[in-house]
């Protein structure tokens, strides 16, 4: 038997590509993982592991290019765009802009919701087999506001997730002040989405490949693609540091590194990298009940066991990983607008990471074959809400590749749709 050949090879070993890989396994597939690094070392270690319906609407929305104009000249604000000449960050912006009509967000938003929906579910799945501990708790989440212009967001959203059959509601400060006693709240109110959750995204990362390690799939870490051979219409090789390996299907989750490990088959997409940044506490004395977004501010607070993680902005520099202070501060600047009594550290206190979020410009995520590649799919371009559909982005993919119908149509993720 060829160690080196499988029925299912998969490069990049984040949340997405570790969800293909369990529901590969469970379908009877020869399954073998490789990862540049260790598993989980990329946007699946820090982010704010916020999960669920809640996340329905695109990044691409109807006013985000006027908002995201006058961020972009303010070094501590939501939003960046470092100037540079690039014709894929062009050509990326351009039909990101043309993806932000009414029209378009509303063709999305029942795509999007149904998605997520179905996660949540094998999250729940998941999280109750006994091989799997990973914080998952079905919490809820506030969306709190400051201003009369939040307040309207606010509103928007809430009305919008009734809408579409979710449990959401506008609360005042004292409400929010009840279901969060521990907390001096500044904030004048929130919008409480009642059906979301929030897990450990480094936990779940860990867990899941300690379970497909364990005799289930080939795992290759710190294993860097450098190349492939194509004949024919399909992959026949990709070539590592170690090894050379073969399969009957090539499926690329290497997130925000996706467009470059194509771009050596000669096949283009349009995914734009937006970094992040996190700051992860130690115990607080504060505790919170579930998970907090600052509406204005845009950022996330998450409660994961013990410790508390702040996460936000969107800044879109390339593949450009170094950690800008100033944006990291600004994220602890924000918190007391709205809490005056949480810990927050002091500047350089805390783990600070940053991580790669892949973006496409329509806010759906690739998800399926190539055209002219006929063993080769791709599982990518999630943007901010990567863990949240992670499961179910490795269940479309799985079940593609075995040959089962899925009752989600993959037709809007088509990855040549640009």
Wanted: contains cysteine.
């Amino acid at each position: 038997m060829n160690e080196n050949h499988s029925d299912v090879l998969i490069i990049g070993g984040g949340a997405v590509g570790l969800s293909v890989a369990y529901f590969a396994w469970q379908h009877g597939a020869k399954v073998t993982l490789v990862d540049k690094g260790q598993l989980g070392s990329g946007s699946s270690y820090g982010n704010a592991g916020l999960v669920g319906p809640r996340y329905f609407v695109p990044l691409a929305t109807p006013g985000v290019i006027a908002k995201g104009l006058r961020w972009m000249f303010n070094p501590e604000s939501p939003f960046y765009i470092k100037p540079r000449l690039s014709r894929d960050l062009f050509s990326w912006l351009w039909n990101f802009r043309k993806a932000c009509s009414r029209e378009r967000m509303e063709r999305s938003l029942p795509i999007l919701l149904e998605l997520n929906q179905e996660s949540y579910r094998l999250y729940q799945e998941i999280a109750g087999l006994p091989e799997f501990e990973f914080g998952f708790e079905n919490s809820g989440l506030l969306m709190m506001f400051n201003s009369e212009k939040g307040k309207k967001d606010c509103a928007y959203l809430a009305g919008l997730a009734l809408e579409y059959g979710l449990e959401a509601d506008l609360i005042d400060r004292d409400q929010v002040a009840q279901l969060e006693p521990d907390l001096k709240i500044v904030a004048n109110g929130a919008a409480r989405f009642k059906m979301d959750g929030h897990l450990i995204p480094y936990r779940f990362v860990e867990q899941m490949g300690n379970f497909l390690s364990n005799d289930r799939i080939r795992v290759l870490t710190e294993t860097a693609v450098s190349g492939f051979q194509r004949k024919n219409g399909k992959v026949q090789s990709v070539q590592t540091n170690d090894a050379t390996l073969t399969a009957d299907e090539i499926v690329v989750t290497g997130g925000s590194w996706s467009r470059q490990l194509l771009s050596s088959l000669g096949v283009s997409i349009l995914l734009e990298p937006a970094k992040g940044y996190s700051i992860t506490l130690p115990p607080s004395k504060r505790r919170l009940k579930s998970p907090l977004l600052l509406s204005e501010s845009k950022v996330a607070i998450t409660p994961m066991g013990d410790r508390l993680r702040f996460a936000g902005t969107l800044e879109l520099a390339g593949l450009d990983l170094s950690i800008n202070k100033r944006r990291v501060e600004a994220i602890r600047k924000a918190v007391p607008q709205y809490l005056s009594n949480l810990d927050t550290g002091a500047p350089g206190e805390g783990e600070v990471w940053s991580g790669m979020r892949p973006c496409s410009p329509d806010g759906l995520p690739f998800l399926g074959r190539f055209k002219d590649i006929k063993n080769l799919s791709i599982a990518t371009g999630h943007g901010m809400i990567g863990i949240s559909l992670a499961p179910i982005s490795g269940k479309l993919i799985a079940d593609n590749l075995a040959g089962k119908r899925s009752a989600i149509d993959m037709a809007p993720f088509q990855p040549e749709r640009f």
